[in-house]
């Protein structure tokens, strides 16, 4: 079965007033690229989802988020009142030495401002930990969001081995449509000869020796071995479409030697309707070598 490296999973977990949301998605990469935002409670299990993710996904470039949105219900960020009081106390004291005038900040207002400002009064203290419930509620949304990346890959994977199945058949056809045009091609050859011989020499010439030089040039431009082995790879390639996953770099090894076999066929065609027939064989190798990068 093939999966597609192309997919995008997310889930979403509940604990003591927070939300946890995770997000991933992949996109095709020749290895494992994987890239991580945590929020910071969770930064020490860093390792422990980087090897879970790679273990379940093998291949592809991946963006993982986790990060916490707090309920509307959680409160505010408490207001230091001991430290307001010391600033309160500080800058009384402080405008008394100095002599300073403070009637310009006498009102509630003003004051209320021009505490707030104050650094750390609107810092929160306390330290949070990571306990073992909250971490085994979050890995397993991290799991999930995985999977549900996993079953998008799936998906794309039925619908690229559609694409794949439906191309090497076009190709399997155009290469049945060269037969009728390589069997006319042998006796233009011969006749294309022997107009030449008596048109531009003018003698006349030993039958067999025409039919000795027929066979060598023939047989310099005869295709049966390129169609033969074309079409084992045109097998081969649906074989491997169909056993276990991570075909990708295979199936791209198996393009390449189908891409050598038309190419030959095309150098050896030197008829107008077989290089079209070549032509439109590119066309349908080359979809498939695009889609191909795709395959985990």
């Keep these: ?99 300073l005038d403070m009637s310009g900040l006498q009102t509630a207002n003003e004051w209320m401002k021009t505490l707030l400002r104050m650094p750390e009064v ?35 994977g039925v619908a690229l081995a559609k694409k794949f199945q439906e191309k090497i058949d076009n190709i399997s056809a155009l290469l049945a ?3 009728p045009f390589e069997k006319e091609r042998t006796e233009k050859i011969r006749q294309r000869i022997v107009a030449n011989l008596t048109q531009f020499i003018g003698i006349d010439y030993d039958n067999n020796r025409l039919e000795q030089e027929m066979i060598y040039y023939i047989e310099k431009l005869d295709i049966s071995e390129e169609k033969q082995r074309l079409t084992n790879h045109i097998k081969y390639f649906a074989e491997t479409m169909a056993t276990g996953h991570g075909q990708g770099k295979k199936l791209g090894f198996i393009a390449q030697e189908m891409g050598r076999e038309i190419n030959t066929t095309g150098s050896k065609s030197n008829q107008a309707e077989m290089q079209n027939i070549v032509v439109k064989m590119k066309d349908e190798l080359e979809q498939i070598k695009e889609q191909v990068l795709n395959v985990l």
Excluded: C
Aim: aromatic content about 8%; proline content about 1%; hydrophobic content about 40%.
């Design 177 to 179: 449509s060269i037969e």
């Design 1 to 99: 079965m093939i999966l597609s490296m192309t997919g995008y999973g997310k889930s979403v977990a509940n604990f003591n007033g927070k939300k946890i949301h995770v997000e991933i998605k992949s996109l095709n990469s020749k290895a494992l690229d994987l890239s991580t935002r945590i929020a910071p409670l969770y930064r020490e299990k860093e390792i422990e989802i980087r090897n879970y993710i790679a273990a379940e996904l093998e291949r592809g470039k991946v963006d993982f988020v986790l990060w916490i949105e707090k309920d509307e219900t959680q409160s505010a960020t408490p207001i230091n009142t001991a430290l307001v009081l010391d600033y309160y106390k500080q800058i009384k004291e402080l405008a008394a030495t100095l002599n």
């Design 122 to 156: 609107l810092t929160r203290t306390e330290i949070e930990e990571l306990s073992d419930e909250e971490w085994a509620i979050v890995f397993a949304a991290v799991k999930e969001a995985v999977a549900n990346l996993v079953e998008f890959r799936k998906q794309e």
